[in-house]
């Protein structure tokens, strides 16, 4: 089970509260909305940080800490997934 709460800035996964940062919860937010399609690193940049012009290596900095809180294997999602060239997408089973 995979969810947000906007009134807590937390993410619950398979039974886990996770308290989020501003950015983290904001951007997992976003994926959240998106689930199960792919979000383009511009799209992110413009509703997470409001501008469209952030480097990559924020945007991936930020990633790998949402992983590091939610994944149980950082290193191999299972949630975020990295599409290549394009963005990441929130992968949950329906």
């Not at 983290?24 to 199960?36: D, I, S, T």
């Not at 690193?41 to 990559?56: A, R």
Request: aromatic share 10%.
């Amino acid at each position: 089970a995979f969810g947000v709460d906007e009134a807590t800035m937390s993410a619950h996964v398979e039974g886990k509260t996770i308290t989020l940062k501003a950015k983290e919860f904001a951007l997992l937010a976003c994926l959240y909305a998106h689930k199960n399609t792919i979000v383009t690193k511009e799209q992110l940049f413009e509703e997470v940080w409001g501008d469209s012009f952030y480097s990559d290596g924020t945007l991936n900095v930020h990633i790998r800490r949402l992983r590091e809180k939610i994944e149980e294997d950082p290193n191999s999602p299972k949630w975020i997934k990295t599409i290549w060239g394009t963005g990441y997408k929130l992968e949950i089973p329906s």
